[in-house]
């Protein structure tokens, strides 16, 4: 069996992530979900989730395709995670080269990013909503 592993905030679920995470699972038997519990704090120019990371793996755990979660904060934990997966999911938005890991041996997979969703865009519509 494949052990997969794509990592995230998954904040405000859309149809952008249900298509990524079946277009994972099809290449794995087990896809884990590494949940960060807010990339704003080492990366400022990020959202802050608005869900708590207790909701986002409740709603992660629903899902079809997702076998498993794992919550991390520091890309530490993160990176020990993955040595015990034999493949790493990741956006052809990261294929330049600038993710955490990139030095780690594991077996890519990257997935197309060829739909308009986005958590930020999300957001903004909700925020936009409220005229």
């Known amino acids: 069996p494949k052990k997969g592993i794509i990592a995230g905030a998954f904040d405000v679920i859309h149809p952008g992530y249900i ?4 277009d994972a699972k099809e290449h794995c038997n087990h896809l884990t979900v590494a949940l960060h519990e807010d990339p704003s704090m080492a990366r400022p120019h990020k959202l802050k989730p608005v869900q708590t990371v207790e909701e986002r793996k409740e709603i992660l755990l629903a899902l079809r395709d997702v076998d498993d979660v794992v919550v991390y904060q520091a890309e530490e934990t993160f990176l020990s995670y993955l040595k015990d997966y034999d493949i790493r999911f990741l956006g052809t938005d990261y294929m330049d080269g600038s993710y955490t890991g990139k030095d780690i041996p594991i077996d890519i997979i990257w997935l ?20």
């Not at 739909?115 to 409220?130: A, N, P, Q």
């Open 112 to 131: 197309n990013r060829d739909h308009d969703y986005s958590s930020t865009k999300m957001k903004r519509l909700i925020f936009e909503s409220y005229d």
């Open 19 to 22: 298509r990524m995470f079946k």
